[in-house]
Nanobody, 126 residues
C-alpha cells in the first residue's frame, strides 16, 4: 500500500524559510515521481514542484521559481521542498502526490497523481 506522509509545515514570518518533507512507503523508491501541490482557502489545488527519478528532472511553478527547491533522499524514501523567501501568498495546505510514469508536460495537473498524503499547513504572516 502506497503511503505518503507530509511534515514540516508551520507558521513563519514573510521572508522566512521552511522545509517540507514527504516520506513515502509502499513502492520502489528508485522509480517515482513526487509532486508538491498546495491549496489555499477557496482556491483550487495547484502544482508547486515535481521531481522525476527516471531522469532527475525537476519542475517548478513560475510563482516559486528561485525561491523553492525540490530534492530527494532515496536512502530515506523522502522528498523535500525547501521554501525560502516565503510570502503571505504561499499560505496553503501543502500536499505531496506520487505518479509513475510521469508525463512531464503535465506535471502540474493533479489528475496525473494517483496517491496523495494528508497535507501539512503552511502559514506565512506579513
Amino acid at each position: 500500500e502506497v503511503q505518503l506522509v507530509e511534515s514540516g509545515g508551520g507558521l513563519v514570518q514573510a521572508g522566512g524559510s521552511l522545509r517540507l518533507s514527504c516520506a513515502a512507503s509502499g513502492f520502489t523508491f528508485d522509480d517515482y515521481a513526487i509532486g508538491w501541490f498546495r491549496q489555499a482557502p477557496g482556491k483550487e489545488r495547484e502544482g508547486v514542484s515535481c521531481i522525476d527519478s527516471s531522469d532527475g528532472s525537476t519542475y517548478y511553478a513560475d510563482s516559486v521559481k528561485g525561491r523553492f527547491t525540490i530534492s530527494s533522499d532515496n536512502a530515506k524514501n523522502t522528498v523535500y521542498l525547501q521554501m525560502n523567501s516565503l510570502k503571505p501568498e504561499d499560505t496553503a495546505v501543502y500536499y505531496c502526490g506520487e505518479d509513475q510514469p510521469l508525463d512531464g508536460s503535465s506535471w502540474y495537473s493533479l489528475y496525473e497523481y494517483e496517491y496523495w498524503g494528508q497535507g501539512t499547513r503552511v502559514t506565512v504572516s506579513s
